[in-house]
Nanobody, 122 residues
Framework: VQLQASGGGLVQAGGSLRLSCAAS????????MGWFRQAIGKEREFVAI????????YYADSVKGRFTISRDNAKNTVYLRMSTLKPEDTAVYYC????????????????WGRGTQVTVSS
């Protein structure tokens, strides 16, 4: 599975962005998809995960209520809608694929895409 994230950019605090992650291959629906982020000088942290069918989601407390993960299996794409953005959301955002659902640990993810930069100005 090859993943390509896009949609990052510069936005003012309180604004919104939607990230997309396009996947190659015909087995996209078998994978749970996660979003992670990594700010400068910090470890990569979990943001959100969605299971293969799209029926189950889980969020980090820091983004709960502001971010929404979704997927379109017909388009082999997972999305992250980010609202009410804060400067502390500034990071490189990565999408990743896992064969199992429920893990927030990066080591449980089998495939990673290149990141997309999100910068939130105050």
């Amino acid at each position: 599975v090859q993943l390509q994230a896009s949609g990052g950019g510069l936005v003012q605090a309180g604004g919104s962005l939607r990230l997309s992650c396009a996947a190659s291959g015909r087995t996209f629906s078998r994978y749970s998809m996660g979003w992670f982020r990594q700010a400068i000088g910090k470890e990569r942290e979990f943001v959100a995960i969605i299971n293969g069918s799209g029926g189950s989601t889980y969020y980090a407390d820091s983004v709960k209520g502001r971010f929404t993960i979704s997927r379109d299996n017909a388009k082999n794409t997972v999305y992250l809608r980010m609202s009410t953005l804060k400067p502390e959301d500034t990071a490189v955002y990565y999408c990743a694929a896992a064969l199992s659902y429920g893990s927030s640990h990066p080591l449980q993810y089998n495939y990673w895409g290149r990141g997309t930069q999100v910068t939130v100005s105050s």
